[in-house]
């Protein structure tokens, strides 16, 4: 009895899903437009965007909103630019029209608040967008550093990345 007692003291429930996974959606870029399903791949649906060639989709942290890339209307070769839209599609909007990226690394780093991006494009350049003031910045200013990749965000908000300097070491801050 103590034996039997004792196991279904120690059985605890499962929580529900949060975060990311707290919507239970999946999302796939098919012929350029994002598609949201259910785990199982059931209940295909199309989100209706005002945007054209989307791919490279990522859901925020919290699972409310998703990040792609849009090919602008101009039709710009592998110039890209950057939307954000909320999980349902509504509210969707171009992050910044005026900075267009070329062949954009097609993973978008969420920074933990959901409040900025982290992106690699052509050149092996670093990017962070502002999606509440609706700026992308380079990062950059340091010329010894020419391969800046795969960002990643910590916890607390500082981003890291892969970069290598001019000698082709890999970068140590001092």
């Not at 919507?23 to 994002?34: F, M, P, R, T, W």
């Not at 939307?83 to 029209?97: C, K, L, Q, R």
Request: aromatic content about 6%; charged content about 25%.
């Amino acid at each position: 009895g103590i034996i039997v007692g004792s196991r279904l003291l120690r059985q605890q429930s499962v929580p529900p899903p949060f975060g990311l996974a707290g919507n239970g959606l999946l999302a796939s870029s098919i012929n350029g437009e994002i598609v949201l399903m259910e785990l199982d791949g059931s209940n295909v649906r199309r989100l209706e965007l005002p945007f054209e060639g989307v791919t490279g989709t990522s859901f925020s942290r919290d699972g409310t909103r998703i990040a792609g890339w849009a090919t602008p209307d101009d039709g710009l070769g592998s110039q890209k630019s950057l939307i954000i839209a909320n999980s349902d599609g509504s509210g969707a909007f171009e992050v910044d029209g005026t900075k267009l990226i070329g062949d954009p690394g097609f993973r978008i780093a969420w920074s933990p608040d959901d409040r900025r991006l982290a992106f690699s494009g052509s050149g092996d350049r670093l990017f962070v967008a502002d999606i509440e003031a609706r700026i992308v910045r380079e990062l950059g200013g340091d010329a010894s550093i020419t391969f800046r990749k795969d960002p990643a965000w910590a916890p607390d908000g500082r981003l890291a990345y892969r970069c290598t300097t001019t000698e082709g070491v890999l970068h140590r801050s001092a």
